[in-house]
Every structure is written in C-alpha cells, then in structure tokens.
C-alpha cells in the first residue's frame, strides 16, 4: 500500500486552472487566433396570435445565418467576419467581437414551427412565430335522470 500526502498547494492549483478554462473568454482577450465570444441580443413580443422575436446582427451576411425553430425553442447561429484590413494598416481598439455565434432560448408559448416567416434588413433579423392553435375543450352534456341519482354523462351529445 502506497501512502499519498495531501498537498493543499496542488489542489488549489488544479482548481485555478479549472476557473481560468471556465471564464476563458469573458474578458477581453482577443487575439489572431481567439477572436471572442459574442451572443446578438434579442427581443421577444406576443401580438396575440403570433410571438414576434427580432435579433440584433450587425455585420452579419443573411447567408451566414442559420435558423433553426421547434415548437418550444429557437436557435440562432453564424459568423461575423471582420473587415480586410489594408496591408500597412493596423487595428489599434474594438469593442466589435467577430467570429462564431450561437443563441438559443425557450419560448413562452409553443409555436407552428413550419410557418414561420423571416425578414432581414440593416442586420435586424425578424421572425414571426405563430403560435399553436389552442386545442378547443369538448363540450359534453349532463343529463339528470331523477334527484336521487348520480348524473348521467350522454355521449352522444358531445360537441367538437
């Protein structure tokens, strides 16, 4: 049997080195090769029938887009490429982040994800999301047969 010692200076080493892995990318460290990490913002409404979500993409190509929509969710993803530089030019600052993004969230209410319909000007995209028709509660009438007895439900007067 071999006997290990605990050393406390290793774990809290091995611990540092999970932390920076977990929050690599949230601050600015954009390089050639790390580009950053940038989620477009978005804005959802209810306009009764429909859920109306705008996502804010300046600078990206509609045909960098991918759209995908299920009945609960929608996934938004792509790439921002930045601008050629000329050759003797150098970037000095930008708050722009360029290179892959993805953003998916839940919808409040379950939509009819083969209808939907898209629109994208000025790096706005707007889609419009219709939601499921409400499943309409089947009427079913009650009929008393005499006061002592228990109600007797008659199938065949169910309305749909």
Do not use: C
Request: hydrophobic share 40%; no cysteine.
């Amino acid at each position: 049997m071999m006997i290990r010692y605990w050393n406390p200076i290793e774990d809290a080493d091995v611990i540092r080195h999970q932390l920076d892995r977990l929050f690599e990318g949230m601050i600015d460290t954009d390089t050639p090769t790390n580009p950053g990490i940038w989620t477009p913002a978005i804005e959802v409404w209810d306009e009764g029938n429909a859920l109306i979500l705008k996502a804010f993409l300046p600078g990206v190509k509609a045909d960098d887009l991918d759209i995908q929509v299920t009945r609960d969710a929608i996934s938004l993803s792509g790439q921002r490429h930045a601008d050629e530089q000329a050759e003797g030019t150098k970037r000095l600052y930008s708050d722009i982040r360029y290179g892959h993004f993805r953003r998916a969230t839940k919808l409040p209410v379950e939509v009819q994800n083969t209808k939907v319909e898209a629109s994208f000007e000025q790096g706005i995209l707007t889609l419009t999301l219709p939601k499921v028709e409400a499943e309409q509660h089947k009427v079913v009438k009650v009929t008393l047969s005499g006061r002592d007895q228990a109600p007797a439900l008659d199938a065949s007067q169910d309305n749909a």
